[in-house]
């Protein structure tokens, strides 16, 4: 009897995939003969405050319509919600040339439309973080953490876009001359 992988779970509430279901197909892609497309976080800027603005029960709907819109903005990608105020966003065809452009489709997408209604109506802003997964990545925990690092960076960033830059190896310390060591004493 041949086994079959069990489909990716779809949230009937949300029309997201579910977080476990992501973090597979993320393991998927870093497999040795896949290692392409990307990995994205969009984090909703000032969620806190709408949150105290809207009251929870209109938040969480603010935030399954805007997963929804990202969901479509995604192309074959797939989406899932990481919190209360961030997706992970799996673009699976994606090439490296390509990843600012996406980004920005992202971005922009959240940014266009107008969520709710009459005076909760909001326009939201978001910081996309990017990682390419050709990077070598161990496992679905090291290209998350990945990531998050690239949003950490976009949150500051003018654009609200960051890629992830994997960390220099430190350059060993010169070591002195005895002439500049003498010097400084």
């Known amino acids: ?11 009937p509430l949300t029309g997201l995939l579910e977080r476990g279901d992501l973090i597979d197909l993320i393991s998927s892609a870093l497999a040795p003969d896949a290692r392409r ?9 000032g969620a806190e405050r ?9 938040y969480e709907a603010l935030m399954i319509d ?10 074959d990608g797939s989406v899932a919600r990481l919190n209360d105020y961030a997706f992970a966003i799996l673009a699976p065809n994606l090439q490296g040339a390509d990843a600012g452009a996406f980004s920005r489709k ?11 209604e009459g005076l909760e109506a909001v326009r939201l802003r978001s910081s996309i973080g990017a990682v390419m997964l050709d990077g070598g990545f161990a496992d679905a925990g090291a290209a998350l953490d990945a990531a998050e690092r690239a949003l950490r960076a976009a949150r500051v960033a003018p654009t609200g876009i960051a890629d992830y ?3 220099q190896p430190e350059a060993p310390e010169q070591s002195q001359s005895a002439a500049d060591q003498v010097r400084d004493a």
């Open 1 to 11: 009897a041949q086994s079959r992988a069990k489909p990716p779970a779809v949230n």
């Open 37 to 45: 497309g990307a990995l994205l976080f969009a984090e909703i800027a």
């Open 50 to 58: 709408l949150r105290e603005r809207l009251g929870y029960a209109a």
């Open 66 to 75: 805007a997963g929804r819109h990202l969901q479509s903005l995604a192309d």
């Open 106 to 116: 992202l971005r922009d997408g959240l940014a266009q439309p107008t969520f709710g």
């Open 165 to 167: 830059v994997a960390p």
